[in-house]
């Protein structure tokens, strides 16, 4: 376990400084938005909507993930990014940060 | 409406040929999986999961629907891009599919 | 070699209908301009640009790519693939193809 | 102008710390070679290469210059970013970065 996060017993890493409620709330209501799009798109394949209208459907749910994953970078490096950088400890910190974006380009 | 696809009554677009039924289940299978991630997304939020193991997520679910779109894409054009070709219809058809991929990209 | 593509002495693989000539001109102003630009990001780079504003500069070269990539994709389907279906040999063409489109969505 | 980069005279904005002289020559290396695969790819369509094969080199250079991105991206956090949070001015930058994000995902 790295310094920036913590599990008291051994269960999924936390953050050290927890979301504001907003933000939460923000993201569970995204989520649940993009939730409801996927079953919109179930409904659509099942009732041979035309693939193309499909596929748009598709591209429009990605850019809602895009964009929670957006809000999530911002908060990320407002606190866990910003707490390592006061702490010096903030290399490997970014070095996992551009790892994640990489993972997201690629 | 242009030729390629139809709408009985004014509805949505419909796919000419409908999807094979063992698609269809393939793909309801996938966006079902699909929504199960965001759900579980919700809750890695509510219970302040650190953001990069968040970000990891979205970026499996997202790879997960630019799979299902690219079976889509598929099937589009083995149906309906063929069916164009076939009928000397297609450079409006290959249009809106590259059109649709644009989307993606972008 | 797959009976779609053709190399008469075992080079590379060449294209079954040549390009037209105006497509093959507009490719290749385009990438020209792509080499004009990465040029002038080694300026940039040189003389220490601001990051965003390097970055900028490459999203933008990114997204010239892109185009040129829908370009070729366009083409290929408006002649290769076109090809293929009336020959009744598309399964492995559109196959080929989608795996290009997966590459550039990952 | 914002106070975290600078241009004497009005001219481009400018990186506050300059870039160590290693990472601007990895960086020139990585712009030049990207450079030459550009010229191959002139030289390409040039040639009537197959599509497809001119697709993957795209996406070659595409991966090159994500690659090039996410290198500079890594610098201006560990620079710019960093400094901006130091002086507690690191809103506007990280606001700032995430715009850039958002330009290479969409």
Same mark, same amino acid.
């Given at each position: 376990?790295?310094e920036? %996060?913590?599990?008291g017993?051994? $269960? *999924?890493?936390l =953050?050290?400084? *927890?979301? *504001? =409620?907003? #933000?939460?709330?923000? #993201?569970?209501?995204r989520?649940?938005?993009? %939730?409801? /799009?996927?079953r919109?798109?179930? =409904?659509?394949?099942?009732?041979?909507?035309?693939?193309?209208?499909v596929? /748009? /459907?598709?591209?429009?749910?990605?850019?809602? #993930?895009? =964009?929670?994953?957006?809000?999530?970078?911002?908060?990320?490096? %407002?606190?866990?990014v910003?707490?390592?950088?006061? %702490?010096?400890?903030?290399?490997?910190?970014i070095?996992e940060?551009? $790892?994640?974006?990489?993972r997201?380009?690629?």
């Amino acid at each position: 376990m790295k310094e920036h %996060e913590h599990n008291g017993n051994g $269960g *999924p890493r936390l =953050k050290r400084r *927890p979301r *504001p =409620k907003s #933000l939460e709330r923000d #993201l569970a209501n995204r989520l649940r938005r993009a %939730e409801g /799009q996927l079953r919109g798109l179930g =409904k659509m394949v099942g009732e041979g909507t035309y693939c193309i209208d499909v596929l /748009q /459907q598709i591209s429009a749910v990605r850019r809602a #993930l895009d =964009k929670i994953a957006l809000i999530l970078l911002r908060d990320h490096m %407002e606190t866990c990014v910003a707490d390592a950088i006061a %702490e010096h400890g903030s290399r490997a910190k970014i070095a996992e940060l551009i $790892g994640a974006i990489d993972r997201f380009l690629a």
